[in-house]
């Protein structure tokens, strides 16, 4: 079943292909760019082994927000390297295109609107996350964009690509959730995720 194509999804397809652009800019220079980054969460502390390669949080793309968007780079800028640690994941020089989006596009996102979900990642597109979660002022909330920012990471770190479809899908979701209890649990957060995986391979929902 195709993806139906509403203004917050085309949002999000926009910002994608716009950020495909800029890579291949970036690719025709002759020098590198470092960027340097600092983890600026609370309660977790810098290390040598922090990971540095991602880029600036201006390139974040995010779309579908009343709040300040800068505000929410730097806390996708910081969670994604909070998701790398915690998962033992590589981090990438790009964060994929974020949008929130209505119920209904985040369903199609996730399983072609079989399934309930307030967030999914599509290697394609990005991630889309249901508009009524607030990341910034919400521990769970946070988390569910963590769990999907580690499903970005998996992808394009190639965890489990050796494996079926199946059994692939089935790791990386298992994964994701044990990153999120984690995370939540770091964060000091009394709220926990859980989950039924058996007998659901055939619903790739994030």
Not at 1 to 11: E, G, R, T, V, W
Not at 124 to 146: E, F, H, T, W
Not at 159 to 179: L, P, Q, V
Request: hydrophobic fraction near 40%; proline fraction near 4%.
């Amino acid at each position: 079943m195709p993806i139906i194509m509403n203004h917050a999804l085309s949002q999000l397809v926009m910002f994608s292909a716009a950020w495909s652009q800029l890579k291949l800019r970036f690719k025709k220079c002759n020098r590198v760019i470092y960027f340097v980054v600092f983890l600026v969460m609370p309660g977790v502390a810098q290390s040598e082994n922090q990971p540095n390669g991602i880029t600036h949080d201006n390139h974040i793309a995010i779309a579908g927000i009343s709040g300040d968007v800068q505000v929410y780079r730097d806390l996708v800028h910081d969670l994604i390297l909070e998701a790398a640690l915690i998962a033992d994941l590589s981090v990438p020089t790009q964060v994929p295109p974020i949008v929130f989006a209505d119920k209904e596009t985040v369903s199609h996102y996730a399983c072609a609107g079989t399934c309930r979900a307030l967030g999914a990642y599509h290697p394609k597109y990005g991630i889309a996350l249901d508009q009524s979660l607030d990341p910034v002022k919400d521990d769970l909330a946070r988390s569910i964009l963590l769990h999907e920012l580690v499903h970005y990471l998996q992808h394009e770190n190639g965890r489990y690509a050796d494996s079926g479809d199946c059994d692939r899908w089935f790791k990386r979701e298992r994964d994701a959730y044990a990153a999120q209890n984690k995370f939540l649990r770091k964060i000091q957060s009394t709220s926990r995720v859980s989950h039924s995986l058996r007998n659901s391979c055939l619903v790739k929902s994030g």
